[in-house]
């Protein structure tokens, strides 16, 4: 019985935990969020953007950016798996 779901499901668990971390990788983009934060600074000095519009959307993604760090540490160190 073992055997058989090794043979079985174990090519599926695999799968589905590589499409999961590809999910959570492409979800949690750090560098698209650096960018955005680097863009909302550059509509605010430009003058796009106001003082109160820049500090909220800062907050946001600052708070963005340290799950996707979180998320990307467990990605990792391999406490985010699929289990079977």
């Given amino acids: 019985m073992f055997v058989l779901d ?21 979800m949690y983009d750090i560098e698209a969020l650096e960018a955005d934060l680097k863009e909302n600074q550059l509509l605010y000095e ?14 946001e993604l600052e708070e963005e950016i340290e799950i996707a760090q979180d998320v990307h540490e467990r990605l990792t160190s391999g406490r985010v798996e699929v289990k079977s």
Avoid: Q
């Fill in 6 to 26: 090794d043979l079985l499901f174990r090519p599926f668990v695999g799968i589905v935990d590589t499409l999961h971390t590809m999910a959570l990788s492409e």
């Fill in 46 to 59: 430009l003058g796009e953007l106001s003082e109160t519009e820049y500090r909220e959307r800062k907050e």
